[in-house]
Nanobody, 126 residues
Framework: QVQLVESGGGLVQAGGSLRLSCAAS????????MAWFRQAPGKEREFVGG????????YYADSVKGRFTISRDNVKKTMYLQMNSLKPEDTAVYYC???????????????????WGQGTQVTVSS
């Protein structure tokens, strides 16, 4: 198991940027595929992007491709989400998630992840 804590959320104007962090505890961070999901009020949780265990592969939802970048630092046991050109529709609670065995075709499936953070609020004003 790994414990996850997100940070970096806040209020930003449309067109602005934010960087979210997901800090993990435990010695096995590099054993986990990681992902970001988000949930807006009244909507289902949706996949934002994912990154493989050593960062060699990244995956993005079409809605954020070209604007968001995921990275990870296995020494610091931290994953990042750099969000640029933010839009009001990006407003949501953002969650990080860790899964021990996620196939490349399954990164967008929430059920593949058995460790979740508590979430951090991102609000983009128009």
């Amino acid at each position: 198991q790994v414990q996850l804590v997100e940070s970096g959320g806040g209020l930003v104007q449309a067109g602005g940027s934010l960087r979210l962090s997901c800090a993990a505890s435990g010695r096995t961070f590099r054993s986990y595929a990681m992902a970001w999901f988000r949930q807006a009020p009244g909507k289902e949780r949706e996949f934002v992007g994912g990154i493989s265990r050593y960062g060699g592969n990244t995956y993005y939802a079409d809605s954020v491709k070209g604007r968001f970048t995921i990275s990870r630092d296995n020494v610091k046991k931290t994953m990042y989400l750099q969000m640029n050109s933010l839009k009001p529709e990006d407003t949501a609670v953002y969650y990080c998630a860790a899964g021990p065995d996620v196939a490349s075709s399954d990164y967008d499936l929430a059920r593949m992840y058995n460790n979740w953070g508590q979430g951090t609020q991102v609000t983009v004003s128009s």
